[in-house]
């Protein structure tokens, strides 16, 4: 059975493609290269067609994940394509729900930080875009907690890899 997640944030360059590296690394480890589609998006199009900011690429690639793609913006045919649509603050959720065309798509829609037990509920994913290093370094630890126990639940739910 195939799974298919999209991580969304507003411009695609920082934070959503640092969860799609962070969650196919993950799908990597554990074996399932194959059984799950990853992809990432933006709610706007000012970065289409470019690749991930260079700070994020850096600070993931000092944990060995590798962040790859061009940016592109999320469209409503995208719910069709996609079981999971993880968006990575409210504002982007709230976003997402207004672009759905109805409450079956309104459902696939969640925060990334709400798979995370240890997080809040209604937490987001910080926007480093205009910080410092730090910013990028947290964003990658939320990314990882929060991907680790989405995986887990898409595992359970689907059946996948034991």
């Known amino acids: 059975m195939s799974v298919s997640v999209c991580f969304v944030c507003l ?4 934070r959503s493609p640092t969860a799609e ?8 480890e554990a074996g399932l290269d194959g059984t799950i589609e ?8 000012y970065h289409v067609g470019e690749s991930p900011d260079p700070r994020s690429t850096a600070t993931a690639a000092r944990r060995g994940i590798v962040l790859e793609g061009a940016a592109r913006k ?7 394509r996609f079981d999971y649509v ?9 976003d997402l729900r207004r672009l759905a065309p109805d409450a079956e798509a309104c ?5 990334l930080r709400d798979h995370d037990p240890s997080s809040p509920a209604e937490s987001d994913v910080p926007d480093p875009y205009y910080g410092g ?3 990028f370094e947290e964003v990658v630890d939320l990314c990882e907690r929060a991907c680790a126990a989405l995986l887990a639940t898409i595992r359970e739910r689907h059946g996948i890899g034991g």
Not at 38 to 45: E, L, N
Not at 74 to 80: C, E, G, I, L
């Open 107 to 111: 459902a696939r829609i969640s925060l």
């Open 86 to 94: 993880v968006a990575m603050d409210r504002k982007n959720r709230d």
């Open 133 to 135: 290093a730090k910013g």
């Open 11 to 14: 411009g695609n360059i920082c």
């Open 74 to 80: 999320f469209v409503a045919r995208d719910f069709a």
């Open 38 to 45: 990853i992809d990432s998006a933006g709610t706007a199009a």
């Open 21 to 28: 590296g962070v969650f196919r690394h993950l799908v990597g």
